[in-house]
């Protein structure tokens, strides 16, 4: 079964500080994307990196980027310089390149909190 | 332009009522979805239409039907509501299926009373 575990349900960051908030996932695809989507408190899923499984090079947005270990299938999200508006669930997901029809397999969050 | 809507954004209702949740997206996407957020904030993956067409039905019992008139529209319609549905349910819409970013509308939170 495909899965995706956040080891975190919550964590905390000082204002300008980096934090890094851990994910790792379970398939047995050989191609596939991982994503980290933010759900700040107005409820809304906004993309905030994509993965692509055969890219070696890590996906980098902004102050947003990734360390995707393939062989460990680890896909931790690094945010730096943190803002308050960075305050939010943090939901790291995985969908299979072919076969799953788009059904992102999300895990169960991550609360960050920024304190100022 | 909002680029995947949802309406309404919150609905009371009484147990064994019937509702609809409408849903419109102006991307061109081919595929769309619907998710469940329960209460503990999990996100999982009810039903995924491609070009009109159901593609994944999840274990949802049958009470929840959804409609889709057109590749732009993805409605849900739920019958015999009960309390174990109040949730916010996210449309959402892809260009394709198969590890396309998936755009969310704004979640219509639910509340069965």
């Known amino acids: 079964a495909q899965t995706v575990t956040q080891s975190q349900p919550e964590m905390s960051v000082q204002e300008a500080e980096t934090v890094t908030l851990s994910c790792t996932y379970d398939?047995?695809?050989?191609?596939?994307?991982l994503f980290w989507y933010k759900q700040p408190p107005s409820r809304q899923m906004i993309l905030v990196i994509r993965?692509?499984?055969?890219?070696?090079q890590n996906a980098t947005e902004n102050r947003f980027s990734v360390n995707f270990q393939k062989a460990a299938k680890s896909f931790s999200l690094k945010i730096s310089d943190s803002q308050l508006g960075d305050a939010a669930m943090y939901f790291c997901?995985?969908?299979?390149?072919?076969?799953?029809?788009?059904?992102?397999?999300f895990g169960k969050g991550t609360k960050l909190s920024v304190k100022p | 332009d909002t680029a995947v809507s949802q309406t309404p954004k919150y609905l009371v209702t009484q147990m064994g009522n019937d509702k609809s949740i409408k849903c419109e997206q102006n991307?061109?996407?081919?595929?769309m979805y619907w998710y469940k957020q329960d209460s503990k904030k999990f996100l999982k993956i009810m039903f995924s239409?491609?070009?009109?067409?159901?593609?994944i039905n999840e274990t949802v019992p049958n009470r929840f039907s959804p409609k889709s008139p057109d590749k732009a529209h993805l409605n849900l319609h739920i019958n015999s509501l009960e309390l174990g549905d109040s949730a916010v349910y996210f449309c959402?819409?892809?260009?394709?299926?198969?590890?396309?970013?998936?755009?969310f509308g704004e979640g219509s939170w639910l509340t069965v009373v």
């Open positions: 239409y491609n070009n009109k067409e159901l593609i």
């Open positions: 997901a995985h969908t299979p390149y072919r076969g799953s029809q788009g059904n992102l397999i």
């Open positions: 959402a819409s892809s260009r394709e299926f198969s590890g396309n970013t998936i755009y």
């Open positions: 991307l061109g996407h081919d595929t």
């Open positions: 398939t047995s695809e050989s191609d596939y994307y």
């Open positions: 993965q692509e499984a055969y890219k070696q």
